[in-house]
Every structure is written in C-alpha cells, then in structure tokens.
C-alpha cells in the first residue's frame, strides 16, 4: 500500500473491529440461520436478524451503566432478555418478580431508569 505504516496498521484494525461484530452477530443472534426454503423469506429473516443486532446494540450503548458496558450481547441475552419471570396482578397493582441471580436489583432499576430516560418527556402546559 502506498500508505504510511501506521495508517495501514489502523485501516487493519477496523476491519478485526469489524469481524469482532459479525462474530458477535452469528454467535448472540443467530443470525447465519436461514433455513426457509425461499430467498424472499431468508432475506427477510436476515433484515429481521440485523434489527435485532441493531436493537441490542442500541440498549448497549445506551441503556446500560458504566459497570456493565462491556457485557457483549451474548451476556445481554443470557442475563436480561432469557430470564424467567413472572407477573403478579392485583386488585390496584401488577408486580413484576424475577430472581436475583443473573442481574442484581440495583443495577435492573438502573437500567430501567436509563431506559425511561430515553423517552421525550412531554412539553410543559
């Protein structure tokens, strides 16, 4: 290349940032399973895949505190979307119960806070 060393080294190093995420994709997503007999429904099972990818990614950066940042989206799957739980309706209240085991309470309610942040809040009257 008629680059500089240093500008090589970076441009190699996007595309191992690059492959870091397809692997990522085709481990936490799933998203090499096309196994529907037509093209029209694999590709629309692929877009399907990429919006998934696209929404963890999004909650990644940001919805999640400092303290867990790093999690891949294996570890976001496995801890907060593939947990059992279980909601409880009363006469003036639902109750939402989930163990404790893969997500402490405190860092939930940190990252339902930061989810409710994203919201536009309405225009004062």
């Known amino acids: 290349m008629t680059r500089p060393a240093h500008r090589v080294v970076a441009f190699y190093n996007q595309r191992g940032t690059a492959e870091q995420w397809i692997k990522?994709?085709?481990?936490?997503?799933?998203?090499?399973?096309?196994?529907?007999?037509?093209?029209?429904?694999n590709a629309v099972r692929l877009q399907l895949h990429a919006?998934?990818?696209?929404?963890?990614?999004?909650?990644?950066?940001?919805?999640?505190?400092e303290a867990?940042?790093?999690?891949?989206?294996?570890?976001?799957?496995?801890?907060?979307v593939k947990i059992g739980a279980k909601v409880v309706r009363h006469g003036r209240y639902v109750v939402f119960q989930m163990t404790e085991v893969a997500?402490?309470?405190?860092?939930?309610?940190?990252?339902?806070?930061?989810?409710?942040?994203?919201?536009?809040?309405?225009?004062?009257?």
Do not use: H
């Open 51 to 65: 919006l998934a990818y696209n929404l963890a990614n999004f909650m990644r950066t940001l919805a999640l505190p």
């Open 68 to 80: 867990v940042k790093q999690w891949s989206l294996m570890s976001l799957r496995e801890k907060l």
């Open 103 to 125: 997500v402490p309470r405190e860092l939930f309610g940190a990252i339902l806070r930061l989810i409710d942040g994203l919201r536009p809040r309405p225009a004062p009257a």
């Open 24 to 41: 990522e994709g085709k481990n936490a997503i799933k998203w090499t399973r096309l196994s529907c007999c037509s093209f029209a429904a």
